[in-house]
């Protein structure tokens, strides 16, 4: 398969500046050494606890914050220092679609000229045939024609995610990170949104990040899933693999957190202890041993390596220390 994108040692810190004079006395580690890669077509799944660095790991690669450390590759391209006006060039080809449809889409702006912006923007269609070609992708999203002239405020919530899609694939990307596409809406508007992103993946043959703290939802539409805890990696797996011989303690609170038809709320659930460690002052050696029910005496002073225990599964555990 087609690498399409490798990320390396991703770090992305923010300062903290106090004081009269706004010196730095610290830093967030949002991003603290994430690393993997995609090839295409894929679907990787990026999920945790709010406040683990999901939606950061996907607004640096786009850029849209810039790292600390580490490097962005994209089809064999190092972009982790790209300047502005070359990065804009590759727009076209990188897209997002946002979490929550609503603040994303200019209440001002009725839904063509909303897509039709992208299409001004990183292409030279006008006229009749960015007209045209708008109407053909409000039709691949589920939109109707008459919704061209209508503003975002009077559509429904999965209506404007409709269009917060068709904005991102007006330039015919060949990846897109979606940041939580379907945690704005109803549980029923949800499935039909899953559906349409996974005909339009496997029709258009795109690659994607679909970040998400919603471990059913993930299941149901990635093929290899990383879970991330405080601003790390901890495991990473074929969406099966990572199901069925879980490792990581931290995945395996996760998954026993998945309602059940016929389960009780308590039966089999591992319940965790405290929350989510600060960014800017985390624990010595591994982040998760404070919460985690298996930890050792080395687990407290020793930050535990990222490597490979199964065929393509990687976990970051000292209860895992050699390959299985």
């Known amino acids: 398969m087609e690498e399409i994108l490798r990320v390396d040692n991703l770090k992305t810190y923010f300062p ?47 850029k849209l914050l810039e790292p600390t450390d580490g490097r962005i590759i994209y089809r064999g391209k190092d972009i982790t220092h790209l300047p502005r006006k070359d990065m804009k060039a590759l727009r076209s080809q990188i897209q997002i679609v946002f979490q929550d449809p609503q603040a994303s889409l200019n209440p001002r702006m009725r839904v063509g000229t909303i897509i039709e912006r992208a299409l001004k923007i990183n292409t030279s269609l006008k006229g009749h045939r960015a007209r045209d070609k708008i109407i053909d992708l409000m039709e691949k999203v589920g939109l109707l024609e008459e919704h061209y002239n209508r503003y975002p405020h009077e559509l429904s919530g999965g209506q404007q995610q409709r269009v917060g899609i068709a904005r991102a694939l007006a330039c015919e990307p060949d990846f ?96 965790l202890k405290g929350g989510t460690p600060s960014s800017s002052n985390p624990p010595s050696g591994c982040r998760f041993h404070p919460r985690c029910l298996e930890r050792t005496d080395e687990c407290e002073v020793k930050e535990p390596e990222f490597r490979e225990v199964a065929s393509k599964h990687l976990v970051s555990c000292h209860l895992y220390g050699k390959r299985i």
């Open 176 to 271: 897109i990170i979606l940041d939580e596409p379907t945690s704005a809406l109803d549980v029923s508007v949800q499935a039909q949104i899953l559906n349409l992103l996974k005909r339009l993946h496997r029709e258009l043959h795109l690659s994607s990040i679909f970040i998400s703290h919603n471990l059913s939802v993930v299941d149901h539409f990635c093929d290899d899933i990383a879970v991330m805890y405080a601003g790390k990696i901890v495991e990473l797996a074929p969406r099966d693999a990572l199901f069925r011989f879980t490792r990581h303690p931290y995945t395996k609170a996760l998954i026993s957190a998945i309602p059940e038809v016929g389960k009780r709320r308590k039966e089999g659930r591992i319940t």
């Open 16 to 62: 903290i500046r106090r004081g009269v004079l706004k010196r730095t006395v610290g830093y967030i580690r949002a991003v603290d050494g994430v690393g993997f890669t995609i090839y295409r077509p894929q679907v990787l799944g990026l999920v945790g606890e709010s406040g683990s660095g999901k939606t950061t790991v996907g607004r640096t690669i786009l």
